[in-house]
């Protein structure tokens, strides 16, 4: 039974991360640190495990095996650097780091270490996701030539709208999810970007819609349009779609497809039925802790998405397409 203890509750996800270890077979909500006592406190109790108010404490203990960093995004580095320097496995939550240097050492550190480090990329789980990419390998496509896909949410508020926080806005949160799968599927890299970054929908002081252009190693095209458009009302926390464009197949793929809508008087509830992403996730890192293999998803991946991001605010300011560096 591996003992994971979660770093922070500022990020949503974490709640969902603590339900799925709290029933897990192989795994058990054993720690909880959070800078803020009050919504620490309450997670413990919720899902069960020890409250530490000493992050250095919560660290060192034999009754943590691995942890689960989901603090506001610039705060990953100090987290994770913590962790390492512990000798505990991570799972961090996108992006990997707000700044590439930061990034750069947390995974030079862990490697150092021996620590494995793991992204919160769970569509890299997904059963569709996972089918194109065999299709893509025994060349049902034929040559790729272009993708397209969009990954538009509700406004999430809070420290996500503070820069210093966060980083930025919805170019920071979106646009790495489908940059991963673009690299997964293609196994290829992004060389440049050209992206305009807006706020059209929100009364902020982060961008909440855009358009990214990229062009992938062998003149592979790909957008990807990331927002917080999806209103309050809508039945799920957004959208993730791709269309495939190949000299041999096309293909379209709407990863929400496999759902039910239910009506009542007063709401509208998206149900779905596909696997649970995050509990593959999840499942993943655990087996990754338990036989000592790599992640399905590694720090690299998440320094490679970062640099996308990071090339797209160059773009975006400076009116042009700008190399990945």
Known sequence: MKRIGIISFAHMHA???????????????????????????????????????????MLLSANVDAVIVCS????????????????????????????MDHAEDMIRHCAERGVILSVAYPVRHAYTIRKLKGMMEEGVFGKVLAIHGTNRGKNPGGWFADERLSGGG???DHIVHLADIYRYLLGAEATRVYAELDTKFHDMNVED???????????????????????????????????????RLCAT?????????????????????????????????????SQGRAPAVDGHAGL???????????????????EIL
């Not at 819609?209 to 799920?236: H, K, N, Y």
């Not at 490679?304 to 700008?322: D, F, M, N, P």
Request: charged share 25%; aromatic share 10%; net charge negative.
């Open 15 to 57: 709640y969902n991360y603590a339900s799925l270890i709290a029933r897990h077979a192989e795994a058990q909500l054993t720690a909880v640190w959070d800078d803020d006592e009050r919504r620490g406190k309450e997670a413990a109790r919720q899902y069960g495990g020890q409250y530490y108010r000493s992050l250095d404490e």
């Open 209 to 247: 819609c855009g358009i990214v252009m990229l062009e992938f190693e062998g003149g592979i095209q790909a957008t990807i349009d990331p927002s917080w458009s999806r209103p309050g009302a809508f039945p799920t926390w957004g959208d993730f779609t791709l269309e495939i464009v190949g000299t």
């Open 72 to 99: 506001e995004n610039t705060r990953h580095y100090e987290h994770v650097m913590a962790a390492a320097r512990a000798g505990k496995p991570v799972l961090c939550e996108k992006p990997i780091a707000t700044e």
């Open 170 to 172: 919805a170019a920071t």
């Open 253 to 289: 793929l709407d990863v929400m497809k496999q759902s039910s809508t239910q009506y009542s008087r007063s709401d509208v509830q998206l149900r779905p039925w596909l696997e649970d992403v995050d509990q593959a996730m999840i499942d993943d890192f655990i087996a990754c802790i």
């Open 304 to 322: 490679q998405t970062l640099k996308i991001v990071k090339a797209a605010y160059r773009s975006s300011a400076e009116g042009r397409y700008c």
